[in-house]
């Protein structure tokens, strides 16, 4: 405990930002026996057969050596992770959301919701995971002048949610519409999209 606050403050100390991307190891270390149950997820229509095909462990060239159990003794290293990210928020360090899609079950788009209640479960306020999604990466670009926030003369690329994440991160998930360079998707145009990306990807593997 000691070793960790002590590398918390001195990576706060030297304004280092961190993206721990948590949503990497939840869904990394999955066994195969828990495999079909990941793939029967409904947004893994989204994701193309091939890509499925390469999540399975025995495909993982980190994975394939091992056994189910080893894999299972992997999955502590989350509890870690989280500890490492509590210390690094009670700090006050940089956190930043990433989610390193393409890696196993990590879906685009969804992962991101879902790295955000994983930073809400390390001690995060909603406010402060959200910053750590929007006005953070901003900042670390140096862009907050066009992006980052919701303000006159900015860039209107924003995501419209019918509740209110500042109360409950999940509400995140709740999208109305989509503007992006300041035009507006209607979540029912997004489904279409999204639809047609299932289709496709149907297609391809009969």
Known sequence: DE??????????????????????????FTP?????AQL????????????????NPDADFRLKRMTDEQIKLLGA?????KRQVAALHAAGARLLVGSDTANPFVVAGISVHEELALLVACGLGPYEALVAATRGPAEL?????????????????????????LEDISATREIVGVALRGRWHPV???HEHLDNVASTFEQAAN
């Open 141 to 165: 670009l140096g862009v907050e002048d066009q992006r980052g926030t919701i303000a006159a003369g900015k860039i209107a690329d924003l995501v419209l949610v019918r509740g209110n994440p």
């Open 188 to 190: 029912d145009k997004l």
């Open 40 to 55: 029967e997820r409904p947004e893994m229509r989204w994701v193309h057969p091939s890509r499925r095909a390469s999540w």
């Open 77 to 81: 290293t989350l509890v870690e992770q």
């Open 32 to 36: 195969r026996s828990a495999v079909a």
């Open 3 to 28: 070793k960790r606050t002590a590398a918390a403050e001195l990576t706060a100390k030297h304004g280092v930002w961190n993206v721990p991307t948590l949503i990497l190891s939840h869904y990394l």
